[in-house]
């Protein structure tokens, strides 16, 4: 069998990266080609690493953060009330494998939901699914699939997920629907699976927030209990670009 009939064997059975890799291989002069068990290897770990790539992709398109952040532009120092060593403990995915959930609170504009989205952008590299919903686009879901009947469908879903980023809590009213269906994400997530939620209210205001004695303590509860808090300090970051664009 000759080259161009493997590399198109390559191409029929989806093999992308052992496709690309093996033509960047016959490019090169014969006495600097692989051979035998090295090409192997070479072309093995090049498909991998090209499936691994399109995975990610695949899960960060499904995911829809709303930025496009990543744990290397997170600006850590005391003055915002976040250290490298949180944030790299953060980044290495343990309160994932925990099921924990990330509360992070601070002033508007302070980096909550560029933090938030640059650890979902994180968690995906991790191969773990993830799914960013701010209050507005959850109320929304749960509106609509309560009309169309696919609201068992859309908690199937959401308990599919590794991760569930909600960002903005405390800024849109809570319907006694939100409050049940957070109530429901919190139950079937505990201990297993992980939330990420942002909100200007700092966590003492919440229960306040969700205005249901009954309900307010079930999701207090299930929500704080094995959960890290992060409360983000400093100038607006919005207005520190706003200065150095000028």
Same mark, same amino acid.
């Given at each position: 069998?000759?080259?161009? /009939?493997?590399?198109? /064997?390559?191409? /029929?059975?989806?093999?992308?990266?052992?496709?690309?890799?093996?033509? #960047?291989?016959?490019?090169?002069?014969?006495? *600097?080609?692989?051979e035998g068990h090295d090409q192997v290897a070479h072309l093995?770990?090049?498909?991998?690493?090209?499936?691994?790539?399109?995975k990610t992709a695949y899960y960060l398109k499904l995911a829809?953060?709303?930025?496009?952040?990543?744990? +290397?532009?997170? +600006?850590?120092?005391?003055?915002?009330?976040?250290?490298?060593?949180?944030?790299? %403990?953060?980044?290495?995915?343990?309160?994932?494998?925990?099921?924990?959930?990330?509360?992070?609170? %601070?002033?508007?504009?302070? %980096?909550? #939901?560029?933090?938030?989205?640059?650890?979902?952008? /994180?968690?995906?590299?991790?191969?773990? *699914?993830?799914?960013?919903?701010?209050?507005?686009?959850?109320?929304?879901?749960?509106?609509?699939?309560?009309?169309? %009947?696919?609201?068992?469908?859309?908690?199937?879903?959401?308990?599919?997920?590794?991760?569930?980023?909600?960002?903005?809590?405390?800024?849109?009213?809570?319907?006694?629907?939100?409050?049940?269906?957070?109530?429901?994400?919190?139950?079937?997530?505990?201990? *297993?699976?992980?939330?990420?939620?942002? #909100?200007?209210?700092?966590?003492?205001?919440?229960?306040?927030?969700?205005?249901?004695?009954?309900?307010?303590?079930?999701?207090?509860?299930?929500?704080?209990?094995?959960?890290?808090?992060?409360?983000? *300090?400093?100038?607006?970051?919005?207005?520190?670009?706003?200065?150095?664009?000028?």
């Amino acid at each position: 069998m000759n080259t161009t /009939q493997t590399l198109e /064997q390559m191409q /029929q059975l989806r093999l992308s990266g052992m496709y690309q890799a093996y033509r #960047s291989q016959l490019e090169l002069p014969l006495n *600097k080609q692989l051979e035998g068990h090295d090409q192997v290897a070479h072309l093995v770990q090049a498909e991998l690493l090209n499936r691994t790539n399109e995975k990610t992709a695949y899960y960060l398109k499904l995911a829809k953060l709303r930025l496009a952040s990543t744990i +290397e532009q997170i +600006e850590c120092s005391a003055a915002r009330n976040i250290t490298k060593q949180q944030l790299a %403990g953060l980044a290495e995915g343990r309160y994932l494998a925990q099921g924990e959930n990330i509360l992070i609170t %601070g002033a508007t504009g302070c %980096g909550k #939901s560029y933090l938030a989205c640059a650890l979902g952008h /994180q968690a995906c590299l991790q191969g773990h *699914k993830t799914t960013y919903l701010n209050m507005n686009r959850l109320i929304e879901k749960i509106t609509l699939s309560k009309l169309d %009947g696919s609201y068992i469908r859309m908690l199937n879903h959401l308990e599919r997920q590794t991760l569930i980023i909600l960002d903005d809590f405390g800024l849109a009213p809570m319907t006694q629907e939100v409050r049940l269906t957070i109530l429901q994400l919190l139950e079937d997530r505990y201990g *297993k699976k992980s939330i990420i939620i942002t #909100s200007q209210l700092p966590v003492a205001k919440w229960y306040e927030y969700i205005n249901d004695p009954t309900l307010a303590d079930a999701i207090m509860d299930r929500m704080t209990a094995n959960a890290q808090r992060i409360e983000l *300090k400093g100038d607006s970051m919005r207005r520190k670009k706003g200065k150095a664009n000028q």
